[in-house]
Structure formats: C-alpha cells, structure tokens
C-alpha cells in the first residue's frame, strides 16, 4: 500500500535487455526526485538514474549509454530501458519517487 511497484525484472543472457517499469499514485510522485537504484548482491545499494530538478537526469558511469530512464507523468510511470546487460548488472532494482520507495524487482544477467 502506498509504494510505487516496480515490474519487468528476469533472468536475461548477456548482450541482452529489459525494461522495468515503475508505477506508482499521483499522490506519491516526486518529479524532482524520483529514479532507480539497485542493490547487487552482498553489495550496498547504489544509483542507476536518477531524475533532479528540471527534469535533468543523472546516470551512474558504470550504464550510461547503455541504459535510459524515461518517464510520463500523465500515466504516472517511469521506464529503465536496460540494453547490452551484463552480468555486474545482477541486482535487485528499486525505484523511488522523494522517500517512498518500491519493493525491489531481481534483474539476473547470466548464460
């Protein structure tokens, strides 16, 4: 109840792509601060994208040009389109919207 509800998570071959969804109620929605973040195994949780103010976005190094965050507020949905994963990509990924955040979605990248 309350959270924004992450979708789309799997196992996928390397070289391959996903695309997550984030939904979550008009009242939860942080424009200026709302994103995704994941959490790899025995590691701690980290950025993947992050919308800020002015709509301005901010990628982590280590998937930037090969993952793009999108959103439309109308429909109150954010996307993470991932392409060429790879197995460091295995983790388990949360969005956020301010201080609210999902229950997590296991992304697995493996042969």
């Known amino acids: 109840q309350g959270r924004p509800v992450e979708s789309g998570g799997g196992l996928v071959q390397p070289g391959g792509s996903l695309r997550l969804s984030c939904s979550a109620s008009t009242s939860l929605l942080n424009f200026e601060n709302m994103g995704w973040y994941r959490q790899p195994p025995g590691k701690e949780r980290e950025l993947v994208a992050q919308?800020?103010?002015?709509?301005?976005?901010t990628y982590a190094d280590s998937v930037r040009g090969r993952f793009t965050v999108s959103r439309d507020i109308a429909r109150n949905t954010m996307w993470l389109q991932m392409n060429g994963l790879k197995p460091e990509d295995t983790a388990v990924y949360y969005c956020?919207?301010?201080?609210?955040w999902g229950q997590g979605t296991q992304v697995t990248v493996s042969s």
């Open positions: 956020h919207s301010g201080q609210v």
């Open positions: 919308f800020g103010k002015s709509a301005m976005i």
